[in-house]
């Protein structure tokens, strides 16, 4: 007799080939967009470090010769300053790329795509560090690294959210996504508690290891990315639709070994437009310019704010702002749920933010509570931030960018999304540059303007107000498109072509 199967087994067995697709799909994107977070953390943890040299050390100083004070240049008055000027060459650089980056991955195998931007990443990320080992003193060569990162690290975002949307469908993208978005968190601690492991010993390392992560990352995407559903009568279809459609045939339009097809060539203008053109696309872009802005000031300055507030090391605050992302991680899955059930988007990010604006009050009084509070005040105030804006980001912006005005061109979601998280990007570079010339003068002018973007985040929302209050109108967002495009005329006969053909499958 043959031995009985074993549950674990029969389990694994009964789902097919696609189910294991998706599940492949959804982990792997997630961790690669974990090791893109993880690379950008560090920096907000060797922040404190490279100032408190300075400060701890001076004393010292005057006694030993030998003992360098600090980290130049930023042992001068103006080291905040000087600090957020690297944030904004980043973040400057990110925001400006983002808007190329989901049009150029429109038309390129996204798992090419994304490995060249990973490894590339890895390199500049580990550059920053190298500037620790060989004793590298020049601003210049960070801010010129720190643009360089933030260029390449736009491959990430379209392409993951691309991979994603492909794969699944609108039933529970709110819940789904919401757990997908944790990676921006999980991402954010493991950066946290990776650099703040050699931030007092070697914060080169800090950057380096990072670095290697994500470089290795990429190579896995490489080898093991499925980009969307795999059919062999794609390539025909396309081929088809683009010469009923009368326009010139893409050469790059079947790429059997990244799973990726392409139909026809649209120009740059096209694509922002059928994108601008989307109801709700411009409302939830400055609603997420605003939210990110939050968001983002938070990652790049919350350790340094509690180093000098609650007069911790930076490693122990490094450690304690992880709890700001863990907070993020139940809020953004907490939104998603609310929304699926509410089949609300925009109401579901208007009451988060309405409620974070007092919790922001409140954090800016932190240096009067004691830990307790503050580990509360974390985790809540993480939620109410982060919530908004993974919402936006992953579920509004695959909503908007898979909506039936675009007659089924899923492909058009990369453009979507960057035009939201380009637009949200400005915002993360205006933050992070605006914390660091309004701390000089006190760190409660830093939490009025994040209150002031709180604010006006949820104004940006409440334009939708038609759909919010119940009429028609972007909520769970709408969309209604121009005349028909290239593309739309493209994807339309697409459809038509798969339509005359299924008689024979």
């Known amino acids: 007799n043959m031995a009985p199967v074993p549950p674990g087994i029969r389990l694994l067995v009964s789902f097919n080939r696609d189910q294991w697709y998706r599940a492949l799909t959804f982990a792997l994107t997630f961790l690669l967009y974990t090791s893109f977070h993880l690379s950008r953390k560090p920096i907000s943890i060797v922040k404190s470090e490279l100032h408190r040299n300075c400060s701890s050390a001076t004393e010292l100083a005057t006694v030993a010769s030998n003992v360098d004070c600090s980290w130049k240049p930023f042992d001068k008055s103006n080291y905040k300053q000087l600090l957020g000027a690297m944030d904004y060459s980043f973040l400057c650089a990110y925001a400006v790329g983002m808007y190329l980056s989901g049009i150029i991955g429109e038309r390129l195998p996204i798992r090419l795509y994304l490995t060249v931007g990973m490894l590339t990443s890895g390199l500049f990320t580990c550059l920053f560090g190298l500037g620790y080992v060989y004793n590298i003193h020049n601003l210049t060569f960070y801010i010129v690294v720190q643009v360089a990162n933030g260029l390449v690290q736009t491959t990430g975002w379209p392409s993951v959210v691309t991979c994603i949307g492909n794969w699944f469908g609108k039933g529970r993208r709110g819940l789904i996504m919401g757990l997908w978005n944790s990676h921006t968190s999980v991402g954010n601690i493991l950066g946290s508690l990776i650099a703040g492991y050699w931030v007092s010993s070697n914060w080169g390392m800090s950057f380096i290891v990072p670095g290697l992560i994500i470089a290795a990352m990429g190579v896995v995407c490489f080898l093991f990315l499925i980009e969307r559903k795999f059919s062999p009568l794609i390539g025909r279809l396309s081929e088809h639709a683009c010469r009923n459609a009368e326009l010139p045939l893409n050469p790059g339009i079947f790429h059997p070994s990244s799973l990726l097809f392409d139909c026809c060539h649209v120009s740059v203008s096209e694509a922002v437009k059928g994108g601008l053109f989307l109801q709700g696309v411009i409302e939830?872009?400055?609603?997420?310019?605003?939210?990110?802005?939050?968001?983002?000031?938070?990652?790049?300055?919350?350790?340094?704010?509690?180093?000098?507030?609650?007069?911790?090391?930076?490693?122990?605050?490094?450690?304690?702002?992880?709890?700001?992302?863990?907070?993020?991680?139940?809020?953004?899955?907490?939104?998603?749920?609310?929304?699926?059930?509410?089949?609300k988007r925009a109401s579901t990010c208007a009451v988060m933010l309405l409620l974070a604006a007092p919790m922001l009050y409140g954090f800016s009084m932190i240096s009067e509570f004691g830990l307790g509070p503050t580990i509360g005040m974390l985790l809540v105030c993480g939620g109410l931030v982060n919530g908004p804006y993974a919402l936006i980001t992953t579920a509004v912006s695959a909503d908007l960018?898979?909506?039936?005005?675009?007659?089924?061109?899923?492909?058009a979601l990369s453009t979507v999304t960057a035009i939201i998280d380009g637009t949200g990007s400005v915002g993360a570079a205006v933050g992070p540059l605006l914390a660091g010339l309004l701390s000089a003068g006190g760190w409660h002018r830093v939490f009025y303007m994040l209150m002031t973007a709180d604010f006006l985040a949820l104004l940006a929302l409440l334009h939708t107000h038609t759909r919010l209050w119940g009429g028609p109108g972007p909520e769970e967002p709408q969309g209604t498109a121009a005349a028909p495009t290239v593309t739309h005329l493209c994807v339309l006969s697409l459809s038509r072509s798969q339509e005359e053909t299924s008689i024979w499958t």
């Open 284 to 343: 939830f872009s400055l609603s997420l310019l605003f939210a990110k802005l939050v968001s983002y000031t938070f990652l790049f300055w919350l350790p340094l704010y509690i180093t000098k507030a609650a007069h911790l090391d930076a490693k122990r605050a490094g450690d304690l702002s992880t709890l700001f992302d863990v907070g993020g991680i139940v809020g953004g899955v907490l939104a998603g749920v609310t929304s699926d059930k509410l089949g």
């Open 401 to 411: 960018g898979t909506h039936k005005s675009l007659k089924g061109n899923a492909r």
